[in-house]
């Protein structure tokens, strides 16, 4: 394991990414919600807008012509700012409630955060989850060993992804910068383009993350061959999206930072 020279910090996204393999609890938690109004939501529209502040993920849910036309059938009308509202009123309390239960550290991210923070390198995180959510599920991690040196959450900035602000208030908080020499990795569309808009290096995530949509061990029994179909097309999305490299986890991404900190040093700008 090679001296990391130029990288000065490292900020991950929180489940798919280091906790919750697949990202299992938020995607449970709107289908679930949607279900209590009467209104059928899919797993793969659910995971569509991960990665964004949950209430944005609701308006975007909101958006699609499946529930439109669901929500017209059933109450008359189309969907309004109000109903967004109701429905992340039901959401926050119930997914805050099961957060706690969809803790555990994937496997690889107690040592690549420790890795860092042993070469001095500042470890930050975002993510879609507001402080309530948060609130149970720091202590669970902490616990666990898995401690980043700053956590900022989508209700402590004026907007959520892919607007970069949860990024900058991490490096004002870790006293990082330029942002050129910081890397964001995380398992969505919407991480990539928060790295991208702040000015970051980035990595997706594929088989640990959202766009797989499996738990560990949904992912060790997979067939072989429909897994790394799966795995192909995450990280071509991912890519596609801007991602500048794209790792099965946070396990793979060690060589990643060595090379993208050699990169640095060769000059190369973003």
Known sequence: MHQLKHIKAVIFDWAGTIIDYGC?????????????????????????????????HVRELFRLDTIQKQWISEYGRIPSEDDINVIYEYLEPALAALVADYCEPIPGSIVLINSLKAQGI??????GYVAGMMKNILPVTSAAGLGPDSVVNSSEVPAGRPLPWMIYRNCEK???FPLSQVVKIGDTVADIQEGINA???????????????????EAENADFVWLEEKIALAGRKLLNAGADYVAEGVWDCWPILEEIDERIEAGFKK
Do not use: H
């Not at 449970?28 to 209104?39: P, Y």
């Not at 000015?199 to 061990?217: D, F, M, R, V, Y």
């Open 122 to 127: 500042k470890v930050g995180s975002t993510t």
């Open 24 to 56: 299992m609890a938020p995607a449970q938690v709107f289908i679930e919600v949607f279900r209590a109004n009467d209104i059928c939501l899919s797993m793969d529209e659910a995971r569509g807008p991960m990665g964004l502040a949950k209430k944005d």
């Open 174 to 176: 870790m006293n990082v």
């Open 199 to 217: 000015g970051t290096w980035t990595i997706g995530l594929t088989k640990s993350g959202n766009e797989i949509g499996l738990s560990q061990a």
